[in-house]
């Protein structure tokens, strides 16, 4: 495939390229980066011997056709003004934010648009990645995001109402199962004087383990639970606890991440305002920015 630029080497836009080139998908030299703070597009250059950083964002648009925005949703106005002077209908512009309307981000660009939210599990070349389209993807170009993302992820397209859950469970997910497994293992210690370091190991390969299963479908949630807890075991008295202490905690995580969600998604629509809808989009007026 043609160079992918990639805009921002934060987490994200750092763990995409470290995986895309661990699994071979892409060769350094087929990508270039930017970061707002030159050092660690830098750092990732000096890290992948051929990868290109560049200081401009511009500047990255005039070489490469895939633009794989990996900024966080309120950076999008700024640099949407700053990309809109040279993009082409030839751009592919990929999003990894969900706040941001597939078509409100088409409308304000002259080429397509597609979202795919990777995930922390995507390192391990893991885990989902969710994907959406805008209506100018072609079928082709649907194919080409897909068979990229499959190299480091399982792409999955997910419909805009349930863009949110789905990120919630499968984004957010490592970050809420590494709460809940820091707490087993702090109160571990508290009760029962164990270390942290032996409580932190038996959780670690209790967590490696549970994925090995799942991986070779040897078990459902369901019947996993049902197979540990032994009747009249200890398994048991320990689910009394849970039970009255879950249930109904991960709707109060949805209503938060949803609430928060809606109010991003207003703060951008705002800033977006200061973009002027595309007037790039006829062929006559686009440039040859590529
Ligand atoms: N973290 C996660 O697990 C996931 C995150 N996401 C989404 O990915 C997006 C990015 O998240 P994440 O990587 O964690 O955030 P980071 O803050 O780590 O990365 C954002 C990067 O964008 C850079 N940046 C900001 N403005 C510009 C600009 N004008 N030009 C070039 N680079 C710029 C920042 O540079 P600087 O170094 O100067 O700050 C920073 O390195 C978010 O929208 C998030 O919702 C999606 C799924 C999972
Ligand atoms: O915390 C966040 O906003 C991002 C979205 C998905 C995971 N992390």
Redesign the pocket.
């Known amino acids: 495939m043609e160079r992918i630029g990639i805009?921002?080497?934060?987490?994200?836009?750092s763990m995409l390229v470290d995986a895309l080139i661990a699994s071979k998908a892409l060769s350094p030299s087929q990508i270039i980066v930017?970061?707002?703070?030159h050092a660690?597009a830098e750092a990732l250059a000096a890290r992948h011997p051929g990868l290109i950083a560049l200081a401009s964002?511009v500047e990255l648009a005039q070489e490469a056709q895939w633009l794989l925005l990996?900024?966080?949703?309120l950076?999008y106005s700024?640099?949407l003004q700053e990309l809109q002077r040279v993009l082409t209908p030839e751009h592919l512009l990929i999003t990894?934010?969900?706040p941001i309307q597939l078509e409100h981000l088409q409308s304000l660009v002259p080429c397509p648009v597609a979202r795919v939210?990777?995930?922390?599990t995507n390192a391990a070349c893991s885990g989902v990645s969710l994907c959406q389209f805008g209506s100018r993807i072609t079928p082709e170009s649907r194919e080409r995001i897909l068979t990229l993302f499959s190299a480091i992820s399982h792409p999955i397209e997910v419909p805009e109402q349930y863009l949110r859950v789905s990120?919630d469970i499968s984004?957010c997910g490592p970050a809420f199962l590494s709460y809940i497994l820091r707490n087993m293992i702090h109160d571990a210690v508290e009760e029962t004087g164990i270390s942290a370091e032996a409580a932190s190991h038996l959780a670690m390969q209790m967590v490696i383990g549970m994925g090995e299963l799942f991986k070779k479908e040897m078990f459902s949630l369901a019947s996993l639970e049902q197979r540990v807890c032994v009747p009249g075991g200890v398994t048991g008295e320990g689910l009394i606890a849970l039970q009255q202490g879950i249930p109904g905690v991960f709707r109060q995580v949805y209503q938060r991440t949803h609430a928060k969600f809606a109010e991003d998604l207003e703060l951008v629509k705002i800033q977006l305002q200061t973009v002027p809808p595309d007037s790039l989009s006829s062929p006559s007026s686009a440039g040859s920015g590529t």
Do not use: D, L
């Not at 939210?117 to 922390?120: A, D, E, L, M, Q």
């Open positions: 805009i921002g080497t934060g987490s994200m836009g930017t970061n707002r703070t660690k964002n990996c900024i966080k949703p950076e700024h640099v990894i934010t969900s939210v990777p995930s922390i990120s984004s």
